[in-house]
């Protein structure tokens, strides 16, 4: 591997308190994501709504005749098959019970930020979720006591974020659970006027996580997160590229496009469904960073599918951004 490539390397082995890690970056490719989703939502919306004129209400509500996955699936565009799942509903703020926290644990998520308040301070970070109930979170910085004699995240509060790749509805409650769908923390909504809160935001933002992605097109196979384990290169890079994706089966990613690093977490849901967080680490001196990157692919896709050996990326209408082929060995 060349040296450049192990400097990378290193720093996404760094993303701890003293590193600083951007989330800023990552959440401007979000946004790209979001108004990719918001078009998506409004031409479902005409639609449907033509549609209704022509055939009136009943035709809305009946059940496609077909079983096949694809049919079943709710159409893109049209939001959440069931709306407690819908990820806007997670938009506000939450008292935590379980994770290993105090009782006067607090997690606020606003569309894709989150802030975890705790007696000693509060931990930032970044989350994002899907209509099928697909999350992922990553904390990235900290303020106060909250990280005084730590040296990673992986101990610190909200670490237990880390583990969730789903969430579940029970009344007005959520349920966070870990790839084993075993409960991890349970997020009861705060009282409203609570002094110790700060004023709820508009969940207004957060509706765009709620558009179901169009399913993968023909001659695309939409894929299972063990299929996709292993580094990617873009398709036609010469060998020994630098551009790297590489998927690992712990759900944590890691990527470069030649000499800037880029890591986070990944969790995938039916039919290629994909959720990626992460952070940019501090950019090597003299490192440009390029106007589309492997890691923009990863973080403005809604699923992966595989066209024959090529990891292909689409974002919410179905459209590939991105194609990924197998790095050759090293």
Known sequence: MPDVDRAVE????RFHPGTAPSFDVVLARRRRQDVRRRALGAS???????????AGPALLDRAAPDESPAASAPAAGRGAPQSDLRPSRLVGSWRVSGGGETPSAVLRLSPRRLTLRQPCGKMSGVWSAGPDGVFAAQIGSGSGGCLRGMSSFTSAPGHWLAD??????????????DAQDRPVATLLPVESGSASLPAESSA???DVMDVVSALPGPGLQPVAPEQVAG????????RGTRAFLRLADDRSWKASHSCTGTGGLWSAGELGRIEAVGAYAIPLVGC?????????????ADRLALDGDVLVLLDAAGNPIGRLERAAPQ
């Open 10 to 13: 290193a720093q996404l082995e």
């Open 44 to 54: 479902a919306a005409v639609a449907l709504g033509v549609t209704a004129l022509g």
């Open 164 to 177: 969730v790749i789903r969430f579940r509805a029970d009344g007005e409650r959520r349920i966070l659970v």
């Open 204 to 206: 207004e933002d957060g």
């Open 231 to 238: 580094r990617w290169v873009p398709v036609g890079e010469p």
């Open 288 to 300: 440009l960073q390029p106007a589309t990157s492997v890691s923009d692919w990863l973080l403005e």
